[in-house]
T-cell receptor, first 116, second 115 residues
Framework: NAGVMQNPRHLVRRRGQEARLRCSPM?????VYWYRQLPEEGLKFMVY????????ESGMPKERFSAEFPKEGPSILRIQQVVRGDSAAYFC??????????????FGSGTQLSVL | GESVGLHLPTLSVQEGDNSIINCAYS??????FIWYKQESGKGPQFIID?????DKRQGQRVTVLLNKTVKHLSLQIAATQPGDSAVYFC??????????????FGKGTHLIIQP
């Protein structure tokens, strides 16, 4: 029973390149969340998606960042024209709706993005 | 808006002692709080949660206390073990900019276990 799978674990990009981060939710989960974590910081919400639908993108930067969760396949967080400030750990979490969010929100191991 | 933060960035305790990790929140309308444990190189892992209609909840070796009067919650870990070494985050529901049903994370406390 695989958990939330993120790949790659580590991604190195040069300034101006594109970064694509993938997240496969836990089996049976239809909700995906993306969070960003800077060193010594807590997780900052970016976007919340259901299949083929963005529910809340209030934490997503207006430019260069986009996310999708297609009907088939993993959720993708895409960062265009990366800058050094994009360097961070990006975590994906998945859940199904329920009365107790905490118990039902499962995190992946994250993708560490390093921008040179 | 909501802010959730912890009092100390690092907490060092002796193995076998009890650990207490504190967290303060600003939004009195927050009604749900979660503690997560994050080990190095891993994603956050759910520990325990508590709703605002409770002031205490116990799990296995962990207890969360909620004081709504001073907007403070704490995580108590009994008989701390080496495997408890991690960063502990509190998260609150109902904050601004949190998304995901308004979940806002604090910065974390690094718990260090000394032999």
């Amino acid at each position: 029973n695989a958990g939330v799978m993120q790949n790659p674990r580590h991604l190195v990009r040069r300034r101006g390149q594109e970064a694509r981060l993938r997240c496969s939710p836990m089996k049976g989960h239809s909700h995906v969340y993306w969070y960003r974590q800077l060193p010594e910081e807590g997780l900052k919400f970016m976007v919340y998606l259901q299949k083929e639908n963005i529910i809340d993108e209030s934490g997503m930067p207006k430019e260069r960042f986009s996310a999708e969760f297609p009907k088939e396949g993993p959720s993708i967080l895409r960062i265009q024209q990366v800058v050094r400030g994009d360097s961070a750990a990006y975590f994906c979490a998945s859940s199904n709706p329920g009365p107790t969010l905490g118990e039902k929100l499962f995190f992946g191991s994250g993708t560490q993005l390093s921008v040179l | 808006g909501e802010s959730v933060g912890l009092h100390l960035p690092t907490l060092s305790v002796q193995e076998g002692d009890n650990s207490i990790i504190n967290c303060a929140y600003s939004n009195s309308a927050s009604d749900y709080f979660i503690w997560y444990k994050q080990e190095s190189g891993k994603g956050p892992q759910f520990i325990i949660d508590i709703r605002s209609n409770m002031d205490k909840r116990q799990g296995q070796r962990v207890t969360v206390l909620l004081n709504k009067t001073v907007k403070h919650l704490s995580l108590q870990i009994a008989a701390t073990q080496p495997g408890d070494s991690a960063v502990y985050f509190c998260a609150g529901l109902g904050g601004s900019g949190g998304g995901a049903d308004g979940l806002t994370f604090g910065k974390g406390t690094h718990l260090i276990i000394q032999p």
